[in-house]
């Protein structure tokens, strides 16, 4: 973003706090208490504080902690900002402390299959000796849980059951609450005798919106460092169980379920090490190539990665596009079949770039915060607050766009209610600089039309259209649906396209294809949702639209605040499909973009 001030010019002087590690014992702290059969409101009170300290800053945080001033933050009490002062001096609070020792991981881990309490965890595990989820399952099929107090055949029937079941829904997280525990791991590694430094590598750092394995790299001086480092990273608190171990590596669990990886390399070798561990395979089976194409060896490659692309005559690709950059004339991806009814999201489809890494978008091209919600439909803070907000990132215009009428549940405006917030968009434009944009979310009813007459449509500056009902239509009547939303005549932003939820809601059956010609034919731009709970557009379907000449405008959908920093999920999504600045409206400035988009 242009300009972005510090908000706290003091910030550089105080001192460093892990926000992520911070939020990870918090959440932590609420899971235990949850599983513990504590008071639900008390849990509830540790994720609400996880929740706020998630949307300050770093700087914001450190500052707060310094001058004890954290509940001035909605949402943390006097209780809970002592845990949060002593978790982020101390590097782990008392409650935390005595929780872990209360329940060893292996019981946290127990207690996450369905119908087994915390009690009975602790029981199967004293008298079983189970260290996890994986040990449970050994016993159960041995038909030694039957011989435990309180447990018979048809209870280790239904343990066998329910653990299939939480494999399934453990298999992976939501990129948004990866992070947090990823860069909380790899802060731990960090802090560990011997151990140089530590970057989150894997899936998280290729920014896939579901993560199945944390990975994180770590460096030592040298190699006979590796095994006294790689025991101590063991004692990461949340892990539940070391699964394997090499040379340089660990693989466990978590108590949710969730996959951890460690390695642990040479500084000598960081780069090689960072280059493998980010992946994915083809790219990385690319470089080999190359290396061995100019007589190099691989492995015994030293340097940063920026190093060794250069070393290789390539440009240094960001971790997120190395799913489809190889140099040369062309740069080619490899296909899956059409897109038709319910798409599969996971593939990359055909299309053509040139120079493709010089041009995509960054955080410095976007200008304006588009799809932004106040709390006259269902967001958390008022029109005033937004603006200030988005002024104080240095964005140059705020697109205002709450729910139209059919979304009720959402507190969706009436005309009239949509009127009296023009008039207080002008009272408050007098005292921002940022310029503020008449806009809505108008649901895209089911046959297609927009939910507001035309005469109130020709009078906002942007119009995101969107789907908020009737997500299981057949993929014929979706489709009719769609192509009428698209072909109205007014300009419209295809909003959260497929209305998909990260690991929650599949995409909705339509033709794909058809909807995207649709769009490249009518006055219509697609976006780029950067709400981390739908990351859509897909990045697997940009470089169709992309190869259709079709623009984007890269969101935030904020609801509050500190959703306006959802900005770089979106970018994050963009650049995993190619997107150049020249292809983002809200590149452009605030007269420039509500000219294009306006209706």
Not at 52 to 68: C, F, K, M, P
Not at 106 to 129: C, F, K, M, N, T
Not at 428 to 433: A, K, L
Request: hydrophobic share 45%; proline share 6%; glycine share 10%.
């Amino acid at each position: 973003m242009r300009g972005r001030p510090n908000l706290y010019g003091m910030a550089r002087r105080l001192p460093r706090i892990d926000r992520a590690a911070v939020v990870a014992e918090l959440r932590e702290i609420g899971a235990r208490l949850r599983l513990s059969g504590e008071n639900p409101f008390r849990a509830r009170a540790y994720e609400g504080g996880a929740d706020a300290v998630e949307n300050l800053s770093d700087a914001e945080l450190a500052r707060r902690v310094a001058a004890g001033t954290l509940t001035d933050v909605p949402g943390i009490g006097a209780a809970l900002a002592g845990v949060i002062t002593e978790s982020a001096e101390r590097g782990e609070s008392q409650i935390a402390a005595r929780l872990r020792a209360a329940a060893p991981a292996a019981v946290l881990e127990l207690a996450q299959v369905r119908g087994i309490s915390p009690e009975r965890a602790r029981r199967l595990h004293d008298a079983l000796g189970v260290g996890g989820i994986d040990d449970l399952e050994a016993a159960a099929r041995a038909g030694r849980v039957r011989a435990v107090k309180g447990f018979g055949a048809k209870s280790e029937a239904a343990i066998l059951t329910a653990i299939a079941a939480y494999r399934d829904r453990a298999a992976a997280v939501r990129v948004i609450d990866a992070r947090a525990t990823a860069e909380a791991l790899a802060a731990f590694v960090r802090r560990q005798p011997r151990i140089t430094g530590a970057e989150v590598a894997g899936e998280v750092r290729g920014w896939q919106e579901s993560v199945g394995e944390l990975t994180v790299v770590g460096t030592v001086a040298a190699p006979s460092d590796v095994a006294g480092a790689l025991d101590r990273v063991a004692g990461f608190p949340p892990l539940a169980r070391v699964e394997s171990r090499g040379p340089e590596h660990l693989v466990g669990r978590l108590a949710d379920g969730l996959r951890v990886r460690v390695r642990l390399a040479p500084e000598s070798r960081r780069g090689v090490a960072l280059i493998e561990e980010t992946g994915p395979a083809a790219h990385v089976d690319r470089l080999r190539a190359e290396a061995r194409a100019r007589g190099l060896d691989w492995s015994s490659l030293a340097g940063d990665e920026a190093a060794l692309y250069r070393r290789l005559g390539w440009p240094e690709v960001p971790p997120e596009a190395r799913g489809w950059f190889t140099p040369g004339p062309r740069v080619e991806r490899g296909g899956i079949g059409p897109a038709k009814s319910s798409p599969d999201v996971r593939g990359i489809l055909p299309g053509f770039l040139s120079d493709p890494l010089a041009d995509l978008v960054t955080q410095a091209d976007i200008r304006g915060a588009v799809h932004c919600h106040t709390d006259e439909s269902d967001g958390r803070h008022t029109l005033a607050q937004m603006a200030r907000a988005a002024e104080a990132r240095g964005l140059e215009y705020l697109t205002v766009t709450d729910h139209s009428p059919a979304a009720s549940y959402a507190g969706g405006l009436t005309v009239d209610r949509l009127r009296r917030q023009w008039d207080e968009m002008a009272r408050v434009q007098e005292t921002v600089r940022v310029r503020l944009l008449r806009g809505t979310e108008s649901d895209i009813l089911a046959d297609g039309a927009l939910d507001y007459p035309d005469a109130v449509l020709e009078q906002l500056d942007v119009i995101i259209a969107s789907i908020h009902g009737r997500f299981r239509m057949d993929a014929r009547a979706m489709t009719s649906r769609l192509l009428a939303a698209m072909r109205l005549p007014v300009f419209k932003i295809w909003g959260h396209p497929l209305g998909r939820l990260v690991l929650r809601r599949p995409p909705i059956a339509c033709d794909v294809e058809a909807v995207l010609d649709a769009v490249a034919g009518a006055r219509a731009a697609i976006e780029i949702s950067g709400d981390p709970y739908r990351l859509d557009l897909p990045p697997a379907l940009i470089p169709a639209a992309r190869d259709r000449g079709i623009r984007f405008v890269i969101s935030t959908d904020a609801h509050a605040i500190g959703d306006l920093d959802n900005l770089e999920y979106g970018l994050a999504m963009a650049r995993r499909g190619g997107v150049r600045r020249d292809e983002v409206l809200n590149a452009l400035p605030a007269d420039a973009f509500r000219e294009a988009v306006h209706p």
